[in-house]
C-alpha cells in the first residue's frame, strides 16, 4: 500500500461479491464475513458486515494486537461448515492494527459481538477454523439442534 491499493480495492469487491451472494442463500443474523483465502485469493483481506445497518468494515492486513483476558463462548457458524455450529470461546475485547489503502497503519479496538466476527475472519487468514479454537472434547453441532439451545449471541 498504497502501490497496491488498486489490487486492494479489486479484492474487495469481490469480497464483497462473494458475501452478497452467500446473503441470498442464508442471511447471518449477527453479521457475517469472509476471508479472502476463503474464495481463492491469497491475499490477508476479510470483510466483515455487521448485523443491522452498520457499514461493512474491510481488514487489509489486520493483525490482532491485544486482546482482553475476558473471555465468553458462543456459537459460531462459518461458511466452511455451513450445516454445523460450534461454541467458541473469544476474548470480549481485540485491537486490531489494519493498513488503509494509503498505507497509514490504523489501530481500531473491537468489543464483544464484533470482536468474536473480526476475530473470527483473521483466524482464516492465519488458516484456523473456529474448530480449532473449541475446547477439548466439545464438538460441533449440526444446525437444527444449535436452533433448540435458544443461544443466540446476546451483546449488550
Not at 461454541?87 to 488503509?100: D, F, G, Q, S
Not at 488458516?127 to 433448540?148: C, S
Given at each position: 500500500?498504497?502501490?497496491?491499493?488498486?489490487?486492494?480495492?479489486?479484492?474487495?469487491?469481490?469480497?464483497?461479491?462473494?458475501?452478497?451472494?452467500?446473503?441470498?442463500?442464508?442471511?447471518?443474523?449477527?453479521?457475517?464475513?469472509?476471508?479472502?483465502?476463503?474464495?481463492?485469493?491469497?491475499?490477508?483481506?476479510?470483510?466483515?458486515?455487521?448485523?443491522?445497518?452498520?457499514?461493512?468494515?474491510?481488514?487489509?492486513?489486520?493483525?490482532?494486537?491485544?486482546?482482553?483476558?475476558?473471555?465468553?463462548?458462543?456459537?459460531?457458524?462459518?461458511?466452511?461448515?455451513?450445516?454445523?455450529?460450534?461454541?467458541?470461546?473469544?476474548?470480549?475485547?481485540?485491537?486490531?492494527?489494519?493498513?488503509?489503502?494509503?498505507?497509514?497503519?490504523?489501530?481500531?479496538?473491537?468489543?464483544?459481538?464484533?470482536?468474536?466476527?473480526?476475530?473470527?475472519?483473521?483466524?482464516?487468514?492465519?488458516?484456523?477454523?473456529?474448530?480449532?479454537?473449541?475446547?477439548?472434547?466439545?464438538?460441533?453441532?449440526?444446525v437444527e439442534e444449535y436452533r433448540q439451545t435458544g443461544r443466540?449471541?446476546?451483546?449488550?
Amino acid at each position: 500500500m498504497p502501490a497496491e491499493s488498486d489490487e486492494a480495492e479489486r479484492i474487495t469487491d469481490e469480497l464483497f461479491a462473494a458475501m452478497e451472494r452467500i446473503g441470498q442463500v442464508h442471511p447471518f443474523a449477527q453479521g457475517m464475513g469472509t476471508a479472502a483465502s476463503q474464495i481463492g485469493i491469497g491475499r490477508a483481506a476479510p470483510v466483515v458486515q455487521p448485523p443491522g445497518d452498520a457499514p461493512a468494515i474491510i481488514l487489509l492486513n489486520p493483525r490482532i494486537t491485544d486482546r482482553s483476558d475476558d473471555v465468553d463462548e458462543q456459537y459460531e457458524g462459518c461458511l466452511s461448515f455451513f450445516d454445523v455450529r460450534g461454541l467458541v470461546p473469544r476474548p470480549l475485547k481485540i485491537t486490531v492494527e489494519t493498513t488503509a489503502l494509503i498505507g497509514e497503519i490504523v489501530t481500531t479496538v473491537y468489543e464483544r459481538g464484533l470482536a468474536r466476527c473480526i476475530h473470527h475472519e483473521i483466524d482464516h487468514l492465519d488458516g484456523l477454523l473456529y474448530t480449532a479454537r473449541m475446547r477439548t472434547g466439545v464438538d460441533p453441532i449440526p444446525v437444527e439442534e444449535y436452533r433448540q439451545t435458544g443461544r443466540a449471541w446476546a451483546y449488550e
